[in-house]
């Protein structure tokens, strides 16, 4: 019986230090969460540049792990162990690390693509240039 109990404590003592090693990074809903959330924020900016009839922009901080919408002033926070990449025009590349989606006020855009993920899991945030339709991606 004490044997028995012995290697119950030792099996427990290894799972509490594997498991959250092996765990590592955001859980998958966490991910898509974030890039719903992210995609929510494109459709905001999409939606005030057409109803403003001004151009309007998503701001994305990648070292900073946030972004805004033009000038609204609450920034919105991403999961800290996403790995995230942003595929935009040029023009719209502050510097290395920040950068922007521009919507124009006939509800098109620049267009671009921002990728959250962590490892082998990963989703894509799709905005169409013609139209400046925001989808979700696998």
């Known amino acids: 019986m004490l044997e028995l109990l012995i290697v119950l404590m030792i099996i427990a003592m290894v ?17 898509r ?14 939606s005030e540049a057409v109803s403003q009839r001004r151009e309007t922009f998503l701001v994305l901080d990648l070292a900073g792990r946030r972004f805004k919408v033009d000038r609204a002033a609450q920034e919105h ?18 510097d290395a690390n920040i950068g922007s989606i521009r919507f124009y006020p006939d509800g098109g ?14 989703y894509e945030v799709d905005v169409d240039w013609l139209t400046g339709r925001v989808a979700i991606l696998d």
């Open 109 to 122: 855009s620049n267009g671009g693509r921002i990728t959250l993920g962590s490892g082998e899991r990963k």
């Open 77 to 94: 926070a991403l999961p800290r162990d996403v790995e995230l990449k942003l595929f935009t025009a040029q023009r719209d590349l502050v």
């Open 15 to 31: 799972s509490a230090v594997v498991i959250p090693v092996l765990s590592g990074g955001p859980s998958n809903s966490e991910l």
């Open 33 to 46: 969460s974030a890039a719903r959330q992210l995609a929510s924020g494109l459709r905001l900016a999409r």
